[in-house]
């Protein structure tokens, strides 16, 4: 099973370019989100989705765009690429359920895009 | 004051030894904890969870949680070369639209052979 798969691995970008990261999970997981970690800050949520249609600001929104058109796809868009976006990000998923996320239903992580903006 | 406060390290310990790592947490509305292990250059995954005060164990992984205090750890016993890794807790509140977990920034743990 290819369970959470992010492309490309790794991306250098110049300040305003813009650029698509993919994430694509064959688990039919309805909830599907994406993080970034960087050194002393931890993963922080930038925006989830809990079906197809649906999408939803996490705590660092500013700067990126999400959409939801298929259960299995959720790309991050960055419009306008600055250097405080270098970055791993990483794409998770999870069965979605009444009680949310819980001990029953964990994020399956992809391995991260690796983002440098200079 | 963030919500879930983690001591980065690193911990540096010897094979066999028994490892102890620990979070605080202000929220008392976390219901969910979670342990989630993150080899270099990789996506965290699921190691350990709990939603009930007490003790968690599997194998030589044992998860406590005193909500009382809330404070969790995760103990690791006889510990290896391959458990180097950032280990990083995370919580969640209980309820329909709970999807956010909070994170923990993860604590960097080296065993040496």
């Known amino acids: 099973n290819a369970g959470v798969t992010q492309t490309p691995k790794f991306q250098v970008l110049k300040t305003g370019q813009s650029m698509t990261l993919q994430c694509a999970q064959d688990?039919?997981?309805?909830?599907m989100s994406w993080y970034r970690q960087d050194p002393g800050m931890g993963l922080r949520l930038i925006h989830y989705?809990?079906?197809?249609?649906?999408?939803d600001q996490g705590e660092v929104p500013n700067g990126y765009n999400v959409s939801r058109s298929t259960t299995e796809d959720f790309p991050l868009r960055l419009l306008s690429a600055a250097p405080s976006q270098t970055s791993v990000y990483f794409c998770?998923?999870?069965?979605?359920?009444?009680?949310?996320?819980?001990?029953?239903?964990?994020?399956?992580f992809g391995n991260g895009t690796r983002l440098t903006v200079t | 004051q963030k919500e879930v406060e983690q001591d980065p390290g690193p911990l540096s310990v010897p094979e066999g030894a028994i490892v102890s790592l620990n979070c605080t947490y202000s929220?008392?509305?976390?219901?969910?904890f979670m342990w989630y292990r993150q080899y270099s250059r990789k996506g965290p995954e699921l190691l350990m969870y709990?939603?009930?005060?007490g003790n968690k164990e599997d194998g030589r992984f044992t998860a406590q949680v005193d909500k009382s205090s809330k404070y969790i750890s995760l103990f690791i016993r006889d510990s290896q070369p391959s458990d180097s890794a950032t280990y990083l807790c995370?919580?969640?509140?209980?309820?329909?639209?709970?999807?956010?977990?909070?994170f923990g920034k993860g604590t960097k743990l080296s065993v040496i052979p």
């Open positions: 989705s809990v079906g197809a249609g649906i999408t």
């Open positions: 995370a919580m969640s509140v209980r309820g329909a639209g709970s999807y956010q977990l909070t």
């Open positions: 929220n008392s509305a976390f219901q969910y």
């Open positions: 998770a998923s999870s069965y979605y359920g009444a009680k949310g996320i819980s001990y029953n239903s964990p994020l399956h």
């Open positions: 709990t939603y009930s005060s």
């Open positions: 688990m039919n997981h309805e909830y």
